[in-house]
């Protein structure tokens, strides 16, 4: 059973940036696809950015590319999602989630039926 526990959000202006931290946890967590949806209010939930297990590829949503880039510590169990140049439609929950076991590959295609775990996410809050 893998954990997943998001920090790191809050209250900025546009422009500022943020950097949110998933800390992982469960036997098999380093084999696996990890990355990171949001879902903002009155909007459907999105796809933002993925990993592979090996941090080798990953894969990010056209509104967010060049701004959000995902990293991984495997030697401590956590994944990052630095946020910056942020937008007031960026605003929203956040969630940290990871694909089942023996999935080590991202899809291009982020889709949130790839992945069995969810964190209970964190919230950004981006004001004009």
């Known amino acids: 059973q893998v954990q997943l526990s998001e920090s790191g959000g809050g209250s900025v202006q546009a422009g500022g940036s943020l950097r949110l931290s998933c800390a992982a946890s469960?036997?098999?967590?380093?084999?696996?696809?990890m990355g990171w949806f949001r879902q903002g209010p009155g909007k459907e939930r999105e796809g933002v950015a993925t990993i592979d297990a090996e941090g080798v590829n990953a894969y990010y949503a056209d509104s967010v590319k060049g701004r959000f880039p995902i990293s991984q510590d495997n030697a401590n169990n956590t994944m990052f999602l630095q946020i910056d140049s942020l937008k007031p439609e960026d605003t929203g929950m956040y969630y940290c989630?990871?694909?089942?076991?023996?999935?080590?590959?991202?899809?291009?295609?982020?889709?949130?039926?790839?992945?069995?775990?969810w964190g209970r996410g964190t919230q950004v809050t981006v004001s004009s």
């Open positions: 469960g036997v098999t967590y380093r084999r696996r696809c």
């Open positions: 989630v990871a694909r089942g076991p023996r999935a080590p590959l991202c899809s291009p295609l982020i889709a949130a039926a790839d992945f069995a775990y």
